[in-house]
Antibody
Framework: EVQLVESGGGLVQPGGSLRLSCAASGFIFNNYWMTWVRQAPGRGLEWVAH????????YYVDSVKGRFTISRDNAENSLYLQMNSLSVEDTAVYYC?????????????WGQGNLVTVSS | DIQMTQSPSTLSAFVGDRVTITCRAS??????LAWYQQKPGKAPKLLIY???TLESGVPSSFSGSGSGTEFTLTISSLQPDDFATYYCQQYNSNPLTFGGGTKVEI
């Protein structure tokens, strides 16, 4: 059974940093691109970043470029999101998701989500 | 960036109704569109990809159609478990973008 379990969220002050983790199991992790998607309270879904199977290519939405870094450790079956210079606009539930192995960048399994609150 | 516009934003329906949700792209995305269902407090669930291909395990009451810039998600007979918010997502190009969502309520 595919499982994605996020951790590392919480309350952080504006300008602060946080690192999210996503532990993957139930599939061959290094066969899949992986992604982070977020959802601000009461709002829709926003793609944040994704990373290639071997971590050599990363893509970001403009609003987080230069502040967030996606990475992965295939030996540990883990995905990460390092978030720096956080602002209140980054407050959201952050989901880790698996990108399908078929052609196309859509998401076939999701974690349960992890809340990040940026507030003073 | 490709903008995805869903309509309606909210839809009131009854069990047994046929429901159609529309998603429009700001430019052609071929058939590179997925649909997701999200229930309150839960992660989204993939329903359909490549505009019309049903994900394994998804009831056949769900169907998708369209190509280019206009797409629809249809639920042929609404069940109690189908009351949720539905999102479309284009994967033609980065940044990947979602529609604003359609909440299906009683």
């Amino acid at each position: 059974e595919v499982q994605l379990v996020e951790s590392g969220g919480g309350l952080v002050q504006p300008g602060g940093s946080l690192r999210l983790s996503c532990a993957a199991s139930g599939f061959i992790f290094n066969n899949y691109w992986m992604t982070w998607v977020r959802q601000a309270p009461g709002r829709g879904l926003e793609w944040v970043a994704h990373t290639k199977k071997d971590g050599t290519e990363n893509y970001y939405v403009d609003s987080v470029k230069g502040r967030f870094t996606i990475s992965r450790d295939n030996a540990e079956n883990s995905l990460y999101l390092q978030m720096n210079s956080l602002s209140v606009e980054d407050t959201a539930v952050y989901y880790c998701a698996r990108i399908t192995i078929r052609p196309g960048f859509y998401f076939d399994h999701w974690g349960q989500g992890n809340l990040v609150t940026v507030s003073s | 960036d490709i903008q995805m516009t869903q309509s309606p934003s909210t839809l009131s329906a009854f069990v047994g109704d046929r429901v159609t949700i529309t998603c429009r792209a700001s430019q052609s995305i071929s058939d590179l569109l997925a649909w997701y269902q999200q229930k309150p407090g839960k992660a989204p669930k993939l329903l359909i990809y490549k505009a019309s291909t049903l994900e394994s395990g998804v009831p056949s009451s769900f169907s998708g159609s369209g190509s280019g810039t206009e797409f629809t998600l249809t639920i042929s007979s609404l069940q109690p478990d189908d009351f949720a918010t539905y999102y479309c997502q284009q994967y033609n190009s980065n940044p990947l973008t979602f529609g604003g969502g359609t909440k299906v309520e009683i």
